[in-house]
C-alpha cells in the first residue's frame, strides 16, 4: 500500500515540475523581448537625434538679363532659284555650287540671237524717231505720226533693256551658290527642277546674315521688340556664342498655339554657320533682380522633375521646394515662396537631409 501511494506521488509531481519550467521560461522570454524593444527605441531615438555638419551660404541678389530660350534651325537671309524670263539655249555658265558671288556678277549667258535682232530693231526706231521729230517740229507732219514714232522708240529700248536683262544673268544678291542644275551649251526649258517647286539656272543663297523662325509665347508679345539682343549657340561650335537682333515680328496670334513668330537676324561674318544647322535662341528681355543660389545646392527628387533646397534653420534643415529660371555660370535663378534674401541656404552636407534634420553648421 506505501509502495502504491508513493509511486502516485511522484506521477502527480511530474506535471506540476513541467509547469513551473514553462512558466519560468515564458518569464524569461518576456523580459528578453522587454529588454529587446527597450534598446530598439534608445537605438531610434539615437538615430533621430544624430546631427548632420553642414556648410551654408547667405541667398544673395543678383542683376541678371531675363531670357527665353527657344531652339531653331537657321535659314538663309535669301535664297534666289534664278533663271531667265524665257526657255533658251545657255551658252555658258560663269560659276559653280560653293562659289561665292557678289551682286552684280554675272552668272551665265544665254543665247543672243533675239538680243541681235532687238538691238538692230531699236537702231531703227531711234533713226525714225529722230527723224520724225525734226518734221514734227518743223511742222511737217501731224501730231499722230509724231506719236506712233516715238511710240516704237520706246517699245524697242523696252525690248533690249528685256532681253539684255535675261541674257545676260547677273547676281541679285552677295552670296554663294547652293546648286546648279544645267551645264554649257544645254536649253533652258523652264520646266521646275528645284526642291522648292520652281524653275531655275542656279540657286544662290545670302548667309551672312542668316535667320532663324521662332514661336514665342503670347504671354511674352509686350516684352519682345525690334533690335533686342539674342545670343546664339550651337552643339557644332560649343565654345562660341554668335550674336544677333529681333528683326521682324509678326503682328498676328496663332489661335491654335497662341503663339507669334519672330525673326532672328544671325550675324555670320567669319561665315562658319551654315542654313540647316540646328542652334539655341536665347533672346534677352530685360535686366531683372534675381535671387541667384549655386547649381549643387539644387536637389532633385528621384522619379520627378521636382527640386528642392534646405535652408538652415534654428539649428534644423528646412526643405523648401523650388523652381529654377536663368543659368549663369555655376549658379543659377531661383524661383521659391518664402526664400529671402540672407536666408541661410546648405550648400554641403544637404545629400543626407530630411526635412527636420538637426544640423551643426561648420562655417
Do not use: W
Not at 111 to 138: C, E, G, W
Not at 244 to 271: M, S, W
Amino acid at each position: 500500500m506505501k509502495r502504491n501511494l508513493k509511486k502516485l506521488t511522484r506521477t502527480i509531481a511530474t506535471p506540476m515540475r513541467m509547469a513551473v519550467i514553462v512558466a519560468a521560461t515564458t518569464l524569461m522570454i518576456s523580459s528578453c523581448n522587454q529588454s529587446s524593444s527597450s534598446g530598439g527605441a534608445s537605438g531610434a531615438a539615437l538615430e533621430t537625434e544624430r546631427v548632420f555638419p553642414v556648410t551654408v551660404e547667405a541667398v544673395g541678389i543678383q542683376t541678371i538679363d531675363r531670357t527665353i530660350e527657344y531652339s531653331a534651325d537657321l535659314k538663309p537671309f535669301e535664297e534666289v532659284h534664278y533663271a531667265p524670263a524665257a526657255p533658251g539655249r545657255i551658252n555658258k555658265i560663269y560659276v559653280e555650287v560653293g562659289s561665292k558671288v557678289s551682286k552684280g556678277q554675272k552668272l551665265a549667258e544665254m543665247d543672243q540671237t533675239q538680243l541681235v535682232q532687238a538691238r538692230t530693231q531699236l537702231a531703227n526706231a531711234k533713226f525714225n524717231f529722230s527723224r520724225i521729230d525734226t518734221l514734227y517740229s518743223l511742222g511737217s507732219i501731224s501730231e499722230q505720226q509724231y506719236e506712233q514714232a516715238k511710240t516704237q522708240f520706246e517699245l524697242a529700248t523696252s525690248n533690249v533693256e528685256y532681253l539684255t536683262q535675261n541674257t545676260t544673268l547677273t547676281s541679285p544678291i552677295n552670296g554663294i551658290v547652293t546648286a546648279k542644275y544645267y551645264e554649257d551649251g544645254e536649253l533652258y526649258s523652264g520646266a521646275p527642277n528645284t526642291p522648292a517647286g520652281k524653275a531655275a539656272i542656279v540657286s544662290l543663297m545670302q548667309i551672312n546674315p542668316l535667320k532663324a523662325f521662332v514661336s514665342v509665347s503670347q504671354s511674352y508679345f509686350p516684352q519682345i521688340r525690334a533690335d533686342q539682343q539674342v545670343d546664339i549657340t550651337t552643339s557644332i561650335y560649343p565654345d562660341k556664342v554668335f550674336h544677333g537682333k529681333v528683326y521682324r515680328i509678326h503682328p498676328t496670334i496663332d489661335a491654335a498655339t497662341r503663339t507669334f513668330q519672330v525673326e532672328i537676324l544671325v550675324d555670320n561674318d567669319a561665315q562658319i554657320l551654315r542654313p540647316g544647322m540646328f542652334a539655341n535662341i536665347d533672346i534677352k528681355l530685360q535686366k531683372v533682380e534675381a535671387l541667384m543660389i549655386p547649381a549643387i545646392a539644387i536637389l532633385k527628387q528621384g522619379g520627378t522633375n521636382n527640386r528642392y533646397i534646405f535652408l538652415a534653420d534654428n539649428g534644423t534643415a528646412r526643405q523648401v521646394q523650388v523652381e529654377i529660371g536663368t543659368r549663369i555660370d555655376d549658379k543659377i535663378e531661383l524661383r521659391a515662396n518664402g526664400v529671402q534674401p540672407g536666408a541661410q541656404l546648405i550648400v554641403q552636407g544637404q545629400a543626407n537631409l530630411m526635412n527636420g534634420s538637426k544640423i551643426k553648421v561648420l562655417n
